[in-house]
């Protein structure tokens, strides 16, 4: 699984912007220092706080189905 922390990290690089320039995008929606600590992996955040985080990169969280693993035959 992936972490949410490292895809809003690598969507930040590749579109050239700091952590800086994200707290400033959330601003007045999650104080700044709850931002960086956040993205530092200094501490985990709510839910709320990674929703705010992802709109604001411009990314979103979708499922994907898995492979049914085929069950053992058991013996007889």
Avoid: C, F, H, W
Avoid at 3 to 28: F, H, P, S, W
Avoid at 59 to 64: A, E, G, M, N
């Amino acid at each position: 699984m992936k972490d949410i922390r490292d895809e809003i990290l690598k969507k930040i690089d590749k579109d050239g912007l700091t952590i800086n320039q994200v707290a400033l995008l959330v601003e007045g929606k999650i104080p700044r220092r709850t931002v960086y600590a956040y993205l530092r992996k200094e501490k985990d955040s709510a839910s709320e706080t990674v929703s705010i985080l992802l709109d604001a990169v411009g990314l979103t969280i979708t499922t994907t189905k898995r492979a049914k693993k085929p069950r053992k035959e058991q013996k007889k």
